[in-house]
């Protein structure tokens, strides 16, 4: 039975982040998914529940669930769908829904993979009716190569660099004319082990338009991940996102601090 000294400080840190909440909704993991690293078939699930009573009435519900099928050889596929309902004062102010599926699979041995995704989503307070995307492309594995130069330093860090393209189609509610759009795809994703029950990770995603380098979609998100109980996890994290041409009457920026309850199945 470990010491209660022993964990302290996970929980002093399980204490802070709970201190520090002020939006709760559940993300699955940002973590960049590899090949081998779970052979077969799995499944991660986030869910989250925020209710507040008194002068302000508030609800906030969000969960996610990713399966994932990784074959130990050459190729993982995963898929994820999510949606998230808020109202404040029975005004609703937050309904969207997500789904995404992905497929990565070798080009070489060591570090090169090719990646095709699609996805789905709306967001009636962004005045998304319906977004849809197909899109490809390459992923590097950095750190395979930083290993080589400092084995201490990354032994225990996954990096990554991601570079393709996609098509993008928008309808809005609002007056604003649909869009047809292709846009570049760069991303860099690094996770990174801590101690035995913590792990860092951080994402980062630049979409322009291939015709309008000033028309882009940017994302800045970073996790912090506790592992709490056999296959229960805490995750906060922190994210900056940009619209640079949103439609009209929304905001070019949001950004938050979240917190979820992560499961394994």
């Avoid at 204490?15 to 520090?20: D, G, N, Q, R, T």
């Avoid at 050889?73 to 969207?96: H, P």
């Avoid at 009716?129 to 996954?158: P, W």
Wanted: aromatic share 16%; hydrophobic share 35%; with cysteine.
């Amino acid at each position: 039975m470990p010491n209660f000294f022993d964990i302290l400080p996970v929980m002093k840190l399980l204490a802070l982040l709970l201190i520090s909440i002020t939006s709760l909704f559940a993300l699955v993991s940002i973590a960049p998914v590899e090949i081998g690293d779970k052979p077969g078939t799995h499944g991660v699930g986030a869910v989250s529940l925020e209710s507040k009573r008194g002068n302000t009435d508030k609800n906030n519900y969000k969960a996610s669930v990713r399966i994932t099928y990784d074959d130990n050889v050459s190729a993982v596929t995963w898929g994820e769908v999510s949606g998230e309902y808020g109202d404040t004062n029975y005004q609703k102010n937050t309904d969207n829904l997500y789904a995404h599926v992905r497929h990565i699979t070798k080009i070489d041995d060591k570090n090169l993979r090719a990646e095709y995704f699609g996805q789905i989503q709306n967001d009636e307070f962004k005045l998304i009716k319906d977004r849809f995307l197909l899109g490809a492309g390459i992923r590097y594995k950095l750190f395979e190569l930083l290993n080589n130069i400092s084995t201490d330093v990354f032994k225990d860090s996954k990096g990554y660099v991601g570079l393709g393209g996609f098509y993008e189609y928008i309808d809005y509610t609002s007056q604003d004319s649909c869009e047809n759009n292709i846009r570049l795809n760069a991303y860099f994703g690094y996770t990174m082990k801590l101690e035995e029950k913590v792990s860092f990770s951080y994402a980062f995603y630049y979409q322009p338009k291939i015709y309008d380098f000033k028309d882009y979609v940017s994302s800045n998100k970073l996790e912090l991940k506790v592992h709490i109980y056999k296959k229960l996890f805490l995750a906060f994290n922190l994210f900056y996102e940009t619209d640079s041409k949103p439609p009209a009457g929304v905001k070019t920026d949001d950004y938050g601090q979240l917190t979820n309850f992560i499961f394994e199945f």
